[in-house]
């Protein structure tokens, strides 16, 4: 079955960095996104990595990949108060199908980041 | 560019009513979905159109129905609501098969 798992919560100082964890269990998942959602707003895309990877870096931010373990994390480097927000790991369960649509997301409960200044 | 907008951003509505949510997909994406967002939960899948056909649907039941137009935008139909359809709709839009960008949601609070 499709499931996605994170923790409900991290507490970091600003300027610490910040590692949030996810596991997922579908082993046919081909692509793994990281979301960020503010108070009463939608939901942001920060990154994607495909599941041929083990790691993507883009600016402060790393998402590693464990495939044997099924875990996805999502690194923040020097945690700044506006990244408090809820984040959210998803899974694509499939790869784009013949057409070109993309499949469903499967996402996490959520992560609630509180970064103390 | 523009982005992903979605209207109304909060409607109030009473049990057996039906509602109708719009999405106008970012510029340039030819796929919308829509995920159903209750309080303190990730989204759920409700369902997604490729080109005006419809391309998946989650575990929601036959009164929550859609469309997708030759432009691209999308509509939400929710009838005979329930006290349990309050939540928070979202719309994403992509292209092909790529990463699914979403809009600021409707806010559905069912009386």
């Known amino acids: 079955g499709e499931d996605v798992e994170q923790s409900l919560f991290l507490s970091v100082r600003e300027g610490d960095s910040s590692v949030i964890n996810c596991t997922y269990t579908?082993?046919?998942?081909?692509?793994l996104y990281w979301y960020k959602q503010e108070p009463g707003a939608g939901l942001q895309l920060l990154t994607y990595i495909f599941s041929n990877m083990d790691m993507k870096q883009d600016q402060r931010l790393t998402v590693l990949l464990n495939k044997k373990d099924k875990h996805l994390s999502l690194r923040i480097a020097d945690t700044q108060t506006g990244d408090s927000a809820i984040y959210f790991c998803?899974?694509?369960?499939?790869?784009?199908?013949?057409?070109?649509?993309?499949?469903?997301?499967?996402f996490g409960t959520g992560t609630l980041l509180a970064v103390q200044p | 560019e523009t982005g992903v907008t979605q209207s109304p951003t909060h409607l109030i509505k009473t049990r057996g009513q039906q509602v109708t949510l719009r999405c106008s997909s970012q510029?340039?994406?030819?796929?919308v979905s829509w995920y159903q967002q209750a309080l303190g939960q990730g989204p759920q899948f409700i369902f997604q159109y490729y080109r005006e056909e419809k391309n998946g649907r989650g575990n929601f039941p036959p009164r929550f129905s859609g469309l997708q137009f030759p432009n691209y935008s999308s509509e939400l139909n929710v009838n005979a609501l329930e006290l349990d359809d309050s939540a928070l709709y979202l719309c994403?839009?992509?292209?092909?098969?790529?990463?699914?960008?979403f809009g600021d949601g409707t806010r559905l609070s069912i009386l």
């Open positions: 998803a899974e694509s369960s499939r790869p784009p199908d013949l057409n070109g649509a993309t499949n469903k997301l499967i």
């Open positions: 510029s340039g994406h030819n796929t």
């Open positions: 994403a839009s992509s292209l092909d098969g790529g990463p699914q960008h």
């Open positions: 579908d082993s046919s998942s081909t692509y």
